[in-house]
């Protein structure tokens, strides 16, 4: 995976250049060519790009994302188990709900937007708890904001989108620390560092 690390100036001109080659090239209707917006190191919008064109050039660290954990009433937290056909860690574990945000969407709008595809869940009341800027050493590479969600009983979350989850599990968050620390290869790259913002590690 490429990253490059520009300054606000840099990176104001490399997407102005990359938006003028997109137009010319008409590369923005690709599978992923769906439009996200490029930040500054402020989280200042200073552009908007297809999907693949910021992975190709580096710039992924610039983009958004929010993460959302579900937490039952007894404190569980659901984990569901990545499809075998991603991908990137195929029946790995991901967070309970999460996006990259389109292009003009906010943090909570996405948020909304997930936790309905994903997992067919509406009309919840979300909880922003956190919110973290890129940081390698700590395992983060974008912006982005930390949600969680309850819900009455598990059964809630009955449903969910199979072409992005294999299977829905419910854990103690003492049983995921301990996998973590077991089995890390099965845990995204950020897990632990955004599981640490929700839960406070």
């Known amino acids: 995976m490429i990253r490059i690390n520009l300054s606000d100036e840099e990176l104001t001109n490399k997407v102005l250049e990359l938006s003028q080659m997109v137009i010319a090239s008409g590369n923005g209707n690709t599978d992923d060519g769906e439009l996200q917006d490029v930040v500054n190191s402020k989280d200042e919008v200073i552009g908007s790009l297809p999907r693949g064109v910021i ?42 709900c999460g996006e990259n945000l389109k292009a003009g969407e906010t ?4 948020a909304v937007r997930g936790l309905y595809e994903e997992l067919g869940l509406e009309n919840n009341e979300l909880r922003e708890v956190g919110d ?13 904001k930390v949600y969680s969600i309850e819900v009455n009983q ?48």
């Open 55 to 96: 992975w190709d050039n580096g710039i992924q660290g610039q983009t958004r994302v929010v993460n959302i954990f579900v937490i039952d009433k007894e404190g569980g937290v659901l984990l569901p188990v990545r499809s075998m056909e991603k991908r990137y860690l195929p029946g790995g574990y991901d967070f309970s």
């Open 107 to 110: 943090y909570h709008a996405a």
């Open 132 to 144: 973290f800027i890129p940081d390698n050493y700590i395992g983060l590479f974008c912006f982005g």
């Open 154 to 201: 598990r059964s809630d979350v009955a449903k969910f989108n199979t072409e992005e989850i294999e299977r829905l599990e419910w854990k103690d968050k003492t049983e995921i620390l301990k996998m973590i620390v077991d089995e890390p290869e099965k845990f995204k790259a950020d897990y632990k560092a955004i599981f640490d913002i929700a839960f406070g590690g």
